[in-house]
């Protein structure tokens, strides 16, 4: 399984960006996806997640502005970021969620929005 994560990119605060993520292979569809972030110096943190089933989670920085949604036909998961502010500035990774397993996860995408 391959992660090819982009639409990272240089933003305003209070601006938006959509962050896709195209998986390689035939199990997409059959996995859950999420999308994870590590701001400067921290640790990496879930952002959110979909299961196969569509169902979504957020944690409480993403409620309310970012929407995570899938393409089953595309293998492509996507990552809406609304109001961003410059604590959203990260490294944006996207991961194919295995229940026995820990999972596959892409190269990241650098997300910077300024003040």
């Known amino acids: 399984v391959q992660l090819q994560a982009s639409g990272g990119g240089v933003v305003q605060s209070g601006g938006s960006l959509r962050l896709s993520c195209a998986a390689s292979?035939?199990?997409?569809?059959?996995?859950?996806m999420g999308w994870y972030r590590q701001p400067p110096g921290k640790q990496r943190e879930l952002v959110a997640t979909?299961?196969?089933?569509?169902?979504?989670y957020y944690t409480d920085s993403a409620k309310g502005r970012f929407t995570i949604s899938r393409d089953n036909a595309k293998n492509t998961v996507y990552l809406q970021m609304n109001s961003l502010k410059p604590e959203d500035t990260a490294v944006y990774y996207c991961?194919?969620?295995?229940?026995?397993?820990?999972?596959?996860w892409g190269q990241g995408t650098l997300v910077t929005v300024s003040s």
């Open positions: 991961k194919m969620i295995v229940v026995d397993g820990p999972g596959y």
């Open positions: 292979g035939r199990i997409f569809s059959r996995s859950g």
């Open positions: 979909i299961g196969r089933d569509g169902g979504t």
